[in-house]
């Protein structure tokens, strides 16, 4: 599966704890990773 451009930043900034999954989240609202990345990054459903 191809991911977002900004995929691996945001998944590196969540687990690093620097982000939280409110900021996770705003990056899908941003457009920068999808609803589905969302749920890889975090485990949880995006709603």
Same mark, same amino acid.
């Given at each position: ?5 900004? $995929?691996?930043? #945001? &998944?590196? $900034? $969540? ?5 939280? !999954?409110?900021? #996770?989240?705003?990056? #899908? #609202?941003?457009?920068? /990773?999808? !609803? !589905?990345?969302?749920? !890889? /990054?975090?485990? &949880?459903? $995006?709603?």
């Amino acid at each position: 599966m191809e991911h977002s451009k900004n $995929y691996n930043k #945001v &998944k590196n $900034y $969540y687990g690093r704890k620097l982000w939280d !999954e409110n900021r #996770v989240r705003n990056a #899908v #609202v941003k457009g920068w /990773i999808t !609803e !589905e990345e969302f749920a !890889e /990054i975090t485990g &949880k459903d $995006y709603k």
